[in-house]
């Protein structure tokens, strides 16, 4: 079964460093996301990715974040400069389209130290 | 404001036991209803999804859910609860016009034997 796959599952960083987060969505899926589940939190949506572009965002995903499809196969979450509150469990999901569900992957758990 | 409410934030039950999960929301478009489980350590599972037509949606692993919009509810529910449930539950609410889901708080399921 297809499936969304995430790496590292585990990262830790120091503050004020860079991370990416990685993610291999689904092949034949067309629709980008990435959610974060700060620990006992909602999951909280951050970015959508369509067609190359975003195509919408939280208030959440300011300047620190970007995102990347460099590719055509990874989907990538950059933070420029890690702050203590960014750690959270970071989840990558696709979609076929925006009427359909989303799946989401295992999860890359973001530790700042 | 767009929300989703699961009222119940742990519930226990017996293996065997019947189980029903709740679910609120407040969304100003005609929703598109979710329910995903989390497993510890792991990612977010799709259980099953409402987005029109039967209000009655079957999902995996023998749950089902009942969209009933005059109460703005989309309940979860098990005739009988078996250990391997035991999980966190997530209700999530998304519509046409938006990439976004909202996600509920989350219901913590424990079964004992």
């Known amino acids: 079964e297809p499936e969304v796959t995430q790496t590292p599952s585990h990262q830790v960083t120091q503050m004020g460093q860079e991370v990416i987060l990685r993610c291999v969505p689904i092949s034949n899926h067309l629709y980008f996301y990435w959610y974060r589940q700060i620990l006992g939190q909602k999951v909280e949506f951050l970015v959508s990715?369509?067609?190359?572009?975003?195509?919408?965002k939280s208030e959440i995903f300011d300047d620190q974040f970007s995102v990347e499809r460099p590719d055509g196969s990874n989907f990538t979450l950059k933070i420029r400069s890690t702050k203590l509150e960014d750690s959270a469990m970071y989840f990558c999901a696709s979609s076929a389209d925006q009427s359909t569900e989303a799946f989401f992957g295992q999860g890359t758990r973001l530790t700042v130290v | 404001a767009q929300s989703v409410t699961q009222p119940d934030i742990h519930i226990t039950v017996s293996e065997g036991a019947s189980l029903e999960l709740r679910c609120n929301y407040s969304?100003?478009?005609?929703?598109?209803l979710f329910w995903y489980v989390q497993s510890p350590g792991q990612g977010l599972q799709l259980l099953l999804k409402?987005?029109?037509?039967?209000?009655l949606v079957q999902g995996i692993k023998g749950f089902e859910a009942e969209f009933k919009r005059s109460q703005s509810s989309f309940n979860l529910r098990k005739p009988s609860v078996h250990w391997s449930d035991a999980a966190e539950y997530f209700c999530a609410v998304g519509s046409f016009n938006t990439d976004k889901l909202i996600f509920g708080t989350g219901t913590r399921l424990q079964v004992f034997p």
């Open positions: 990715f369509y067609n190359n572009e975003i195509s919408e």
């Open positions: 409402y987005f029109s037509g039967d209000t």
């Open positions: 969304y100003g478009a005609t929703p598109y």
